[in-house]
């Protein structure tokens, strides 16, 4: 029994492969604690979505997966509290690698792009949010870089009676469309002036990494009135 049980875990391990390598940031310094997964290209003859591995870096940004079975695997990498942006997200050719049975491949060279963190501040004067328990439908957030990428929606900072602080990681340097929406409230700008519709699009400039870091709002925005459909 000892011998066949033995014999089983060598067959297995025989039989899948692996992936090692490290992870850095743009300028080759290593991440550390970062979440990388390993998602399987392809359908499986079930019909069911394919496998996605998750492990975490080490300290020294290095990474193993193992039990993987063979095939092309794309490498994606997150570590949004230190503002580093998912490569399979932001970059159009994300690193993919072949794995083959009983071997391991590697090292490969992950790298995760250094992004800037920009502040929206939602001004609520009037404090039509938490009147009456009214649901909060204010979604901001951006598109990504990638095509077929999720819609990104913006993380909540803090939230008070008079209005909230969201935040986004983008690119540096780059021409971003920021989604401004609600069906509930008016949106206007930071003077009151009503946005032109519901939902909208607005082009912003992202800053630079070496711009001055600030943590005031790069953009605000205020509830003017509730919306005529929510009345």
């Known amino acids: 029994m000892i011998y066949l049980i033995f014999s089983s875990a060598l067959l297995y391990s025989q039989s899948t492969g692996g992936i090692g390598g490290k992870l850095v940031d743009d300028s080759g310094t290593i991440v550390a604690l970062s979440t990388v997964t390993a998602s399987l290209q392809g359908t499986s003859g079930s ?3 394919p496998p996605t591995y998750t492990v975490k870096t080490s300290t020294d940004g290095t990474f193993t997966f193992s039990g993987l079975g063979a095939g092309t695997y794309r ?3 997150q570590k949004p509290s230190a503002s580093l942006l998912d490569p399979c997200l932001w970059r159009s050719q994300p690193t993919m690698v072949s794995v083959s049975a009983g071997a391991q491949a590697g090292p490969v060279s992950l790298s995760i792009q250094r992004g800037v963190l920009i502040n929206v501040q939602v001004n609520d004067p009037q404090g ?3 009147a009456k328990g009214a649901v909060d439908d204010i979604l901001i957030g951006t598109r990504t870089t990638v095509p077929g990428t999720p819609f990104l929606a913006a993380s909540v900072v803090s939230k008070t009676s008079t209005g909230k602080l969201v935040c986004l990681i983008v690119p540096p340097n780059l ?3 920021i989604l401004l929406s609600s069906q509930r409230f008016k949106l206007g700008d930071a003077l009151g002036t009503a946005l032109s ?3 909208i699009y607005q082009t ?4 630079g990494l ?3 870091a600030t943590s005031a709002p790069f953009l605000t925005l205020t509830v003017v009135g509730a919306a005529a459909t929510a009345q």
């Open 204 to 207: 912003i400039t992202t800053p």
């Open 128 to 130: 039509l949010i938490a």
């Open 47 to 49: 019909g069911s979505f």
């Open 210 to 212: 070496n711009a001055t």
């Open 75 to 77: 490498l994606c990498a």
């Open 175 to 177: 021409a971003q469309q």
């Open 197 to 199: 519709a519901a939902s």
